[in-house]
T-cell receptor
């Protein structure tokens, strides 16, 4: 079956711009999580969506937002980009049905560079 | 504060030896602990999951232990091969949390030399 697909794979933006990243989960997975990965901070949890509702949220400013559509596809948006937002943004999907069902399948990531 | 520490940033071993990676945590009560492998430029790939009531689990050349008293998990790769070279991440899931929010360690980069 197809894996988790993230688009775009690479993008370059300038400070102050905004960006939208897309994630298509594995068919049948209703949970989509987003993580930010940087060399200094490792994998940091952004938020998780389940059945179009944000169910969990990490400690990121409000510039980071997301949504999930009825087909479980998800988007995340970062507004007013800062240099420190340069990172690999990873999307992961899972069944999302509770403890024990949290094995994450990650996409290849979207590499964002902010100049 | 809650903290997850993986033994070292880098681990170098000779092919054929057993690699042992450590994941220590403080101020957590994880119900599950997972190990993932990440290659450069790729997303992490799930390897093993162990529950708090399990002492150990094995999958082919991989073995994981989980000691909730020591607050530690050990991840072993036996008969290591250069293809095992990658970054290995541990991830914790606390009890009664909704799925989708795992907390990751910073990872250990393993290099297996031929």
């Amino acid at each position: 079956k197809a894996g988790v697909t993230q688009t775009p794979r690479y993008l370059i933006k300038t400070r102050g711009q905004q960006v939208t990243l897309s994630c298509s989960p594995i068919s049948g997975h209703r949970s989509v999580s987003w993580y930010q990965q940087t060399p200094g901070q490792g994998l940091q949890f952004l938020f998780e969506y389940f059945s179009e509702t944000q169910r969990n949220k990490g400690n990121f400013p409000g510039r980071f937002s997301g949504r999930q559509f009825s087909n479980s596809r998800s988007e995340m948006n970062v507004s007013t980009l800062e240099l420190g937002d340069s990172a690999l943004y990873l999307c992961a999907s899972s069944l999302g049905l509770g403890p024990g069902a949290n094995v994450l399948t990650f996409g290849a990531g979207s590499r964002l560079t902010v100049l | 504060s809650q903290k997850i520490e993986q033994n070292s940033e880098a681990l170098n071993i000779q092919e054929g030896k057993t690699a042992t990676l450590t994941c220590n945590y403080t101020n957590y009560s994880p119900a599950y602990l997972q190990w993932y492998r990440q290659d450069p430029g790729r997303g992490p790939v799930f390897l093993l999951l162990i529950r708090e009531n399990e002492k150990g689990k094995r999958k082919e050349r991989l073995k994981v232990t989980f000691d909730t008293t020591l607050k530690q998990s050990l991840f072993h790769i036996t008969a290591s091969q250069p293809a095992d070279s990658a970054t290995y991440l541990c991830a914790l899931d606390i009890r009664n949390t909704n799925a989708g929010k795992s907390t990751f360690g910073d990872g250990t980069t393993l290099t297996v030399k031929p």
